[in-house]
């Protein structure tokens, strides 16, 4: 018998993989230059701390996740250990923070597309207002419109992003070692 309070499983280990690298994999192509600009020569060490922070996170999101499985994350955490109301303090901070991530990612994400289009169409038309901020609003809709539809199927859409950057990573990776060794 199966039971009620449980969540349905519709994501598979490949899609919640995806999930925690499409959160780290945006942060990095967000922030890495950022970090070496600021951080210059001790960009290695704020890495290193940076990594330390999102595996604490994670095995302490993953502990917690097998200890309560219901939805909610971290505002039911808080709720759970601290009370009603920071659990709800916890819950509107999280979502004051995927409302600015949402943002800060169009907006960057508008970037390197129009980095694109500037290189191989020799126009810079996403570069300029209104036009970035108008395709980062479209973005947005588009995404918002994904979830709605389902998990299932944003899950999916996070997979294909996902599996091109990791082969295009490896494609780096390959060609670098290549270039390395001759």
């Known amino acids: ?25 945006a ?8 970090i070496a600009l600021y951080a210059y020569t001790a960009a290695p060490i704020a890495l290193l701390i940076a ?7 994670g095995l302490s ?14 505002q039911y955490y808080a709720y759970r250990a601290f009370g009603r109301l920071n659990g709800f303090i916890a819950g509107w901070g999280l979502m004051l923070d995927y409302t600015v991530d949402i943002a800060l990612f169009s907006l960057a994400s508008v ?17 300029v207002n209104p036009f970035y901020g108008l395709c980062a609003i479209f973005l ?17 859409f996070n997979e294909i992003f ?14 670098g070692l290549n270039l390395a060794i001759t």
């Open 1 to 25: 018998m199966v039971n009620e309070t449980e969540l349905k499983r519709e994501v598979g280990k490949f899609g919640s993989f995806s999930m925690g690298y499409a959160d780290i994999g």
């Open 27 to 34: 942060d990095i192509y967000i922030s890495l230059g950022l």
């Open 51 to 57: 990594s330390i922070a999102y595996i604490t996170t």
């Open 61 to 74: 999101y993953a502990e917690l996740a097998s200890k309560y499985p219901v939805a909610g994350g971290a």
């Open 111 to 127: 970037g390197y597309l129009g980095f694109l289009v500037k290189i191989f169409a020799g126009k810079s038309v996403l570069m």
């Open 140 to 156: 947005i809709i588009i995404l918002i419109g994904l979830n709605i539809i389902g998990i299932k199927y944003s899950s999916r």
């Open 162 to 175: 996902v599996f091109i950057d990791l082969l295009t990573i490896a494609a780096i990776v390959i060609l």
